[in-house]
């Protein structure tokens, strides 16, 4: 088990940026790491995730090249530095650890693990 923590949401403006921070308790280096989003009225969907071996990213078509996911196994953090942000990308966005196969790291049911969740919404 891992306990999360997400901070870093907020009210930003089109084309801006914002950094998602993830501490987690307990052993972090063992999970696959994710973050998942979910819009009103929509069902929560993947946005990235950092493979526990080798650190591999897989990216959500949406957001490839302007998302980037990082971790620190030292700092027990998870990051998502987001830039170039659209009005689509409001959502609340949710860190999650799991341990999946390949064929599932994009899907929520993958990881055991989520933290509250974090408001990102982007207007003018």
């Known amino acids: 088990q891992v306990q999360l923590v997400e901070s870093g949401g907020g009210l930003v403006q089109p084309g801006g940026s914002l950094r998602l921070s993830c501490v987690a308790s307990?052993?972090?280096?063992?999970?696959?790491m994710a973050w998942f989003r979910q819009a009103p009225g929509k069902e929560r969907e993947f946005v990235a995730v950092?493979?526990?071996?080798?650190?591999?990213?897989y990216y959500a078509d949406s957001v490839k090249g302007r998302f980037t996911i990082s971790r620190d196994n030292a700092e027990n953090t998870l990051s998502l530095q987001m830039n170039s942000l659209k009005s689509e990308d409001t959502a609340v966005y949710y860190c999650?650890?799991?341990?999946?196969?390949?064929?599932?790291?994009?899907?929520?049911?993958?990881?055991?693990?989520w933290g509250q969740g974090t408001q990102v919404t982007v207007s003018s």
């Open positions: 307990g052993p972090f280096r063992r999970y696959d």
């Open positions: 999650a650890a799991g341990t999946a196969i390949t064929s599932t790291i994009r899907s929520s049911s993958a990881y055991a693990n």
């Open positions: 950092n493979r526990r071996y080798g650190s591999a990213t």
